[in-house]
């Protein structure tokens, strides 16, 4: 499935320079000791509205998925990161028969030739990635 | 004092081209002054919703030449909105503020030359910010969102695809039998599975039409009611349901919805349990839609509403009549004016080939944005208590 190109907005530069860098940058109010998604827009505990970033370690686990009927399928998820929050996402090197409750996610970085570097959420063990 | 809708408005739904939702709307909303024998110098109160294809709002009145007006909003919770306006303008009956009050919803997302699918998706070659990346990485339309939801509800509870055809199929039953049905070639369950994939695990069959069109009703007073042209139908009870789930650990997303606390209010004010109810109206923008619905109704307990699915409860002559007139499955996608249109044409025993048995209490339920946001109504032929 051809993904295009993803441009800034202006608000997404610290998250496209961590993607760039090969890290995982979300919002986390500091006051709160909360992590939210990268798009969040505030903190609903203290009405903060200028969030934080921070590094997420980039371990997840899987919530739920569907897959698109393109060749190949594309395998998207909602996946909760370590600290929290979930992010709707797409999987990389997965098959159908991995998908459960709960497996074990890493977030790998794709750097294309033309736009911005993005995130996809590959199976993980101990060992490093499965596949 | 109690409650009730007198008029029901519905143009011609579907393909519908050449109006624009504003014209869409102002004719239901005639048609539903006509049909209650009122005048449309007898509204005092109007309710606007609006869809995808363009915003009728608040100008309705003066496209509509309606003048000192007591209640004039535009109201929004997507797709719950319906069963909203209705208990906002019953509430505004109860309450003096006005006394004969037209809610009506139009859209026209459906443009010729386009496929249906078209009107709810997105594409481009490039993306902007995050709601670009999520869209460039797959998630373009909304089915996916509740092929999420249906996923993780499956995965969970064993509900299976074959379960949810069942739904697709009895809703299909009931469309067969409504002349306004857009589709009513009956199915199989296995029409069903083999049904191209749309995001998977939801089948083309599990997915609603997308209409253009318009429907409005007309809520008054009971008493007022007994004067008008058509038999009335009493609302008993309503309620509304936001649960605020968050997209982060401990969400009940797919699992469980808004339904859990709206159809509770609404049962409550009426005074009745699931027990009284002899059919349910219920918005099925997907079949997985109607499954969490009935199990946060407590038609059956959580994680069986694939197997009460199943059971044929559903379809004609099943104990449980639901979606009798194809819903938006499989008749015409009017956001939460599909199940109350279709709850109005029953309780006044106008279903024709395919009138319910038993009318007395009919449940109907809004569902807007992806399952963020609830509203039910109990509605019924008899006056509460009488």
Redesign the interface.
């Given at each position: 499935?051809d993904?295009?190109?993803?441009?800034?907005?202006?608000?997404?530069d610290p998250?496209f320079d961590g993607t760039a860098a090969g890290r995982l940058v979300v919002r986390r109010c500091e006051a709160c000791d909360r992590w939210?998604?990268?798009?969040a827009s505030g903190c609903?505990g203290c009405g903060e509205e200028e969030l934080g970033w921070a590094e997420a370690s980039g371990a997840a686990t899987l919530?739920?998925?569907?897959?698109?009927?393109k060749e190949p399928?594309?395998f998207?998820?909602?996946v909760?990161l370590a600290e929290?929050?979930?992010?709707?996402?797409?999987l990389d090197g997965v098959e159908r028969a991995d998908l459960?409750?709960g497996l074990a996610l890493r977030a790998a970085f794709e750097h294309p030739d033309e736009?911005?570097s993005?995130v996809?959420f590959r199976p993980w063990t101990e060992r490093g990635s499965v596949r | 004092m109690g409650t009730s809708i007198v008029g029901l408005g519905m143009t011609e739904l579907g393909r519908v081209y050449g109006r624009s939702p504003r014209r869409l709307a102002a004719d239901a909303v005639r048609l539903a002054a006509a049909d209650a024998g009122l005048a449309l110098g007898d509204l005092d109160g109007l309710l606007v919703s609006h869809g995808m294809g363009g915003s009728p709002g608040i100008e309705l009145a003066d496209t509509l030449g309606l003048r000192d007006l007591r209640l004039l909003a535009l109201v929004n919770s997507y797709g719950a909105t319906a069963g909203a306006m209705v208990s906002y303008a019953a509430m505004s009956v109860l309450n003096g503020s006005a006394t004969t009050v037209a809610c009506v919803f139009a859209d026209a997302p459906l443009k010729p030359e386009q496929s249906a699918g078209s009107a709810y998706n997105r594409s481009?070659?490039?993306?902007?910010?995050?709601?670009?990346?999520?869209a460039?990485?797959?998630?373009r339309s909304v089915n996916?969102h509740y092929?999420?939801?249906a996923?993780?509800h499956m995965?969970?509870y064993g509900t299976t695809s074959e379960q949810l055809g069942a739904i697709a199929v009895a809703t299909r039953a009931w469309a067969s039998g409504n002349p306004l049905a857009q589709m009513r070639e009956p199915i199989t369950i296995e029409d069903h599975q083999a049904s191209?994939?749309?995001?998977?695990?939801?089948h083309l069959l599990d997915c609603c039409l997308v209409s253009n069109g318009a429907i409005a009703v007309i809520v008054t007073s009971a008493g007022r009611a007994r004067d008008l042209a058509r038999p009335p139908v009493h609302l008993w009870g309503w309620g509304q349901g936001h649960p605020g789930h968050?997209?982060?650990?401990g969400?009940d997303?797919?699992l469980a919805t808004g339904a859990a606390a709206s159809g509770a209010a609404a049962m409550k004010m009426a005074g009745i349990t699931t027990a009284d109810v002899d059919v349910c109206e219920l918005y099925d923008c997907y079949t997985y839609t109607v499954l969490v619905t009935l199990e946060d109704y407590g038609f059956c307990a959580k994680g069986e509403g694939g197997a009460f699915a199943a059971s044929g409860a559903l379809g004609p002559g099943g104990s449980l009549p639901t979606n009798t007139g194809g819903g938006q499955l499989s008749a015409y996608y009017m956001w939460g004016m599909t199940p109350l249109s279709e709850a109005v044409i029953q309780a006044r025993g106008d279903g024709g080939q395919r009138q319910a048995p038993s009318t007395d209490v009919i449940l109907v339920s809004g569902n807007g944005g992806i399952l963020d946001h609830h509203s039910t109504l109990v509605v019924s032929p008899h006056e509460k208590g009488a």
């Amino acid at each position: 499935m051809d993904i295009g190109v993803l441009r800034r907005d202006g608000r997404t530069d610290p998250f496209f320079d961590g993607t760039a860098a090969g890290r995982l940058v979300v919002r986390r109010c500091e006051a709160c000791d909360r992590w939210f998604a990268p798009d969040a827009s505030g903190c609903p505990g203290c009405g903060e509205e200028e969030l934080g970033w921070a590094e997420a370690s980039g371990a997840a686990t899987l919530v739920t998925w569907t897959i698109l009927p393109k060749e190949p399928p594309a395998f998207l998820a909602l996946v909760e990161l370590a600290e929290g929050p979930w992010l709707h996402a797409r999987l990389d090197g997965v098959e159908r028969a991995d998908l459960r409750e709960g497996l074990a996610l890493r977030a790998a970085f794709e750097h294309p030739d033309e736009g911005e570097s993005y995130v996809l959420f590959r199976p993980w063990t101990e060992r490093g990635s499965v596949r | 004092m109690g409650t009730s809708i007198v008029g029901l408005g519905m143009t011609e739904l579907g393909r519908v081209y050449g109006r624009s939702p504003r014209r869409l709307a102002a004719d239901a909303v005639r048609l539903a002054a006509a049909d209650a024998g009122l005048a449309l110098g007898d509204l005092d109160g109007l309710l606007v919703s609006h869809g995808m294809g363009g915003s009728p709002g608040i100008e309705l009145a003066d496209t509509l030449g309606l003048r000192d007006l007591r209640l004039l909003a535009l109201v929004n919770s997507y797709g719950a909105t319906a069963g909203a306006m209705v208990s906002y303008a019953a509430m505004s009956v109860l309450n003096g503020s006005a006394t004969t009050v037209a809610c009506v919803f139009a859209d026209a997302p459906l443009k010729p030359e386009q496929s249906a699918g078209s009107a709810y998706n997105r594409s481009s070659r490039e993306w902007y910010g995050f709601g670009g990346m999520t869209a460039a990485l797959g998630l373009r339309s909304v089915n996916s969102h509740y092929a999420l939801a249906a996923q993780r509800h499956m995965a969970r509870y064993g509900t299976t695809s074959e379960q949810l055809g069942a739904i697709a199929v009895a809703t299909r039953a009931w469309a067969s039998g409504n002349p306004l049905a857009q589709m009513r070639e009956p199915i199989t369950i296995e029409d069903h599975q083999a049904s191209r994939w749309v995001s998977e695990p939801l089948h083309l069959l599990d997915c609603c039409l997308v209409s253009n069109g318009a429907i409005a009703v007309i809520v008054t007073s009971a008493g007022r009611a007994r004067d008008l042209a058509r038999p009335p139908v009493h609302l008993w009870g309503w309620g509304q349901g936001h649960p605020g789930h968050r997209k982060e650990r401990g969400s009940d997303f797919g699992l469980a919805t808004g339904a859990a606390a709206s159809g509770a209010a609404a049962m409550k004010m009426a005074g009745i349990t699931t027990a009284d109810v002899d059919v349910c109206e219920l918005y099925d923008c997907y079949t997985y839609t109607v499954l969490v619905t009935l199990e946060d109704y407590g038609f059956c307990a959580k994680g069986e509403g694939g197997a009460f699915a199943a059971s044929g409860a559903l379809g004609p002559g099943g104990s449980l009549p639901t979606n009798t007139g194809g819903g938006q499955l499989s008749a015409y996608y009017m956001w939460g004016m599909t199940p109350l249109s279709e709850a109005v044409i029953q309780a006044r025993g106008d279903g024709g080939q395919r009138q319910a048995p038993s009318t007395d209490v009919i449940l109907v339920s809004g569902n807007g944005g992806i399952l963020d946001h609830h509203s039910t109504l109990v509605v019924s032929p008899h006056e509460k208590g009488a």
